[in-house]
């Protein structure tokens, strides 16, 4: 039987804001979501590879470099919008759990005060912070190995055309297409377009 094999378009970019302009774009032109994905975070990325990176174009066109679900601002926005309106308890503390098996230490005592009935908008104001930190501290990770990567999946010569288009005239480098392996990206247990909670907020 051949190897099934998958085309994307790749680029690296230097700010979050390209980034999501160009997703925004690409989203427009008919993309679909789960189509797009960025580098898990360094940790997950090291451990999938059994050794360290220096860079992120290292990685660029590794079939086995763990990736990471696209979730744009307005739905992180939304998301914490839900969780400082209330974190309904069963669901909540599901959540919250999901955040401290991704190694934050301060949402440990978060869940602490949930289950002793703490306030729900301070619980939940505290989640929302956590959750921005978490984000900012992902962003920084892939900016000091040199940029953030953003892959897209592409159906036929027209999508790679489309989206190399995109990418480039939303300021990313290197941009180009390969042809790899079809995977499934493990992330932490789950697959690169996980649609938990947690990997769609990039934690």
Known sequence: MAEQTVREAVGVFHDEK???D?????????FDRSHLSLLAGDKTVEQRLGHAYDKVTELEDDPVAPHLAYIGADSRTEAKSAVIGGLAYVGALGTVGLIVASGGTIAAAL???AVAGGAGGAVGAALSRFIDGHHAHYLQEQLDRGGLLLWVRTADAA???RAVEILKTRSAEDVHVHDLPDLKFELDGGVSHDTSFMN???L
């Open 111 to 113: 869940i602490g005060a």
């Open 18 to 20: 390209s980034l999501q």
């Open 200 to 202: 769609r907020l990039g």
């Open 22 to 30: 160009a997703a925004d774009e690409l989203l427009s032109a008919g």
């Open 159 to 161: 999508h790679e055309t």
